[in-house]
């Protein structure tokens, strides 16, 4: 029934709803979803170190997050990481994308988990960062994703949305088939999924996501091996930055997207962060 409907919405009522290019519709849609402008941290005079940056969900500011042309601009800028999120399709297809609803990508009722592959390509991004720059843009599988750091220096981060233990091992067979398990990070808040991973392969570096960070947390960080804490940054000061750090476990922090944030964070003795809006 909803994929009937959801056919119709595609033919019939998204035109109607975003406009053609002229009309007052397509021009608020173009408000709300222009380009934001990047901030180079090269401004800073106290930042003197490298500060390695990620950039969540590609570069948003610029593109659709998570999707191919957002990761091809933080591979084109050089950032350290880039972050995306993946779910599950109905048919096993893992595909990039934040929220399981469609109706903020696509205007269409649903969800990626309830939806086959195929029929997710058949729908046109009407949301997202200068989305309509991108006409035939369609929703990234993990593949593709991958396919986009080969040769690159820009390191792939995988966070796991999905509530799925069974079907881990093909985020590690995928990775190992492009021969990225050095440079590949998977993360998850979920940390029986990072400890499944684990299991399947004892040098893909994870990374644990968490809000405040507790004692706890760093021991389970030790216990996985090459595991890094990645925190709120609101949520976290120089107590509990500077607890994670002694103890010799890397961290990163989000989202940071202004110079006065980084600069605070740099002082506490961060060196990498993750960002909407700041580049190198």
């Known amino acids: 029934m909803i994929t009937r409907i959801n056919r119709f919405l595609a033919a019939v009522l998204v035109p109607l709803l975003i406009g053609t290019q002229s009309s007052p519709l397509f021009w608020i849609k173009q408000q709300q979803y222009k380009p934001k402008e990047l901030i180079s941290l090269s401004q800073s005079e106290k930042i003197t170190e490298d500060v390695h940056i990620t950039a969540h969900r590609g570069v948003n500011a610029e593109a659709p997050e998570n999707t191919i042309p957002a990761y091809q601009k933080a591979v084109e800028y050089g950032y350290y990481s880039a972050e995306c999120d993946i779910r599950l399709t109905r048919d096993g297809v893992w595909v990039l994308s934040h929220t399981a609803p469609l109706l903020g990508k696509f205007s269409m009722l649903g969800t990626v988990e309830r939806s086959d592959y195929d029929e997710l390509c058949s729908y046109k991004y009407t949301h997202g960062t200068n989305f309509w720059e991108y006409p035939d843009l369609k929703i990234a599988t993990l593949d593709e994703f ?95 930055i500077g607890m994670t750090l002694s103890q010799d476990v890397p961290l990163s922090l989000w989202t940071v997207d202004s110079i006065k944030d980084a600069e605070k964070l740099y002082d506490m003795g961060v060196r990498y962060m993750e960002t909407d809006r700041l580049k190198n």
């Open 146 to 240: 991958l396919d986009v750091f080969e040769g690159a220096q820009t390191r792939p981060q995988i966070e796991i949305k999905t509530k799925d233990y069974d079907s881990l091992s093909s985020v590690v067979d995928a990775v190992r088939a492009h021969g990225m398990e050095k440079t590949s990070i998977i993360i998850s808040f979920d940390l029986k999924q990072l400890q499944v991973i684990r299991e399947y392969d004892s040098e893909i570096e994870l990374w644990y996501l968490v809000y405040r960070i507790k004692q706890k947390d760093i021991d389970a960080a030790k216990a996985l091996g090459n595991c890094w804490l990645s925190a709120d940054r609101s949520l976290n000061g120089s107590k509990t």
